[in-house]
């Protein structure tokens, strides 16, 4: 069974750093192109970044660039999502979510974890 | 980016009705246009894939319709269950943009 958890948030203070680690469970990440996608309170949804299969290509959206980084570990089966430079618009629940194919069509998504940006 | 713009953005009806939520793209997508389901608290769940393929496990009574800019999502007999907030998704550049959503109460 495909499972996805994720884990690492919190609250954190406007300007710090948090990284969120997704450990996938029933299939091997590095088969398959992982996205963030993030959901502010009441809000709808917004894709943050993906890595592709394999893990030699990322994008990200411009409201993150040059302060996410997404990077996957093999060995621990785990996607992460290193935040930096946290503003209070990157409150949110962040989930990760598996490509089908292509590298946009999720078919499996985490339930999810909230980052609150707050001082 | 392609915006994509969903509507309604709510709706109420009652079980057994016949619902349609549309959503428009600012460009042609072709077929790359998913919906996707999330109730309060809850990760989305993909209902239907490139336009009109349903998703495995998701039941008949959902189904997609479109291609280029336009596009429809039908619940055909809306049961308890379908109260929620629908998403479309254009998976055709990137960016990958979402809906704003529908939210589908009860009447």
């Known amino acids: 069974e495909v499972q996805l958890l994720e884990s690492g948030g919190g609250l954190v203070q406007p300007g710090g750093s948090l990284r969120l680690s997704c450990a996938a469970s029933g299939f091997t990440l590095n088969s398959y192109a992982m996205s963030w996608v993030r959901q502010a309170p009441g809000a709808g949804l917004e894709w943050v970044s993906i890595i592709n299969t394999g893990g030699s290509t990322t994008r990200y959206a411009d409201a993150v660039k040059g302060r996410f980084t997404i990077s996957g570990d093999n060995s621990k089966n785990t996607l992460f999502l290193e935040m930096n430079s946290l503003r209070a618009e990157d409150t949110a629940v962040y989930y990760c979510a598996r490509s089908a194919s292509g590298w946009y069509r999720y078919d499996y998504w985490g339930q999810g974890t909230l980052v609150t940006v707050s001082s | 980016d392609i915006q994509m713009t969903q509507s309604p953005s709510s709706l109420s009806a009652s079980v057994g009705d016949r619902v349609t939520i549309t959503c428009r793209a600012s460009?042609?997508?072709?077929?790359?246009l998913n919906w996707y389901q999330q109730k309060p608290g809850k990760a989305p769940k993909v209902l239907i894939h490139?336009?009109?393929s349903l998703q495995s496990g998701v039941p008949s009574r959902f189904s997609g319709s479109g291609s280029g800019t336009d596009f429809t999502l039908t619940i055909s007999s809306l049961q308890p269950e379908d109260f929620a907030t629908y998403y479309c998704q254009q998976s055709y550049s990137t960016p990958p943009t979402f809906g704003q959503g529908t939210k589908v109460e009860i009447k």
């Open positions: 460009q042609t997508i072709s077929s790359s």
């Open positions: 490139v336009a009109s």
